[in-house]
């Protein structure tokens, strides 16, 4: 069993920034995918940007530039930093790990991006 915590949600203005953190714990295997996912209302949850334990990334094409993620192997840990938020980048983000053929994920954690 893996269990996913999220923090560093929360308010912030247009142009700011925020850094959300996810810890990972339990049976977690070497070679795993961690990554942060979002979802508005109405609307299916998508990929904001995931990292390999190689460290390969992928980005959705309207974070590129502006968000950056990294992880720390060794604490199970990834973390999302987000610049230049924008109100459309409003939205319950999901820490998710994959490892064989499951998906975990976390709580979320709340961002909301006043204009």
């Known amino acids: 069993q893996v269990q996913l915590v999220e923090s560093g949600g929360g308010l912030v203005q247009a142009g700011g920034s925020l850094r959300l953190s996810c810890a990972a714990s339990?049976?977690?295997?070497?070679?795993?995918?961690m990554g942060w996912y979002r979802q508005t209302p109405g609307k299916q949850r998508e990929l904001v940007a995931t990292?390999?334990?190689?460290?390969?990334?992928n980005y959705a094409d309207s974070v590129k530039g502006r968000f950056t993620i990294s992880r720390d192997t060794a604490k199970n840990t990834v973390y999302l930093q987000m610049n230049s938020l924008k109100p459309e980048d409003t939205a319950v983000y999901y820490c998710?790990?994959?490892?064989?053929?499951?998906?975990?994920w976390g709580q979320g954690t709340q961002v909301t991006v006043s204009s």
């Open positions: 990292m390999t334990y190689g460290r390969s990334t």
């Open positions: 339990g049976s977690i295997f070497r070679f795993n995918v």
């Open positions: 998710s790990l994959h490892q064989y053929d499951y998906e975990y």
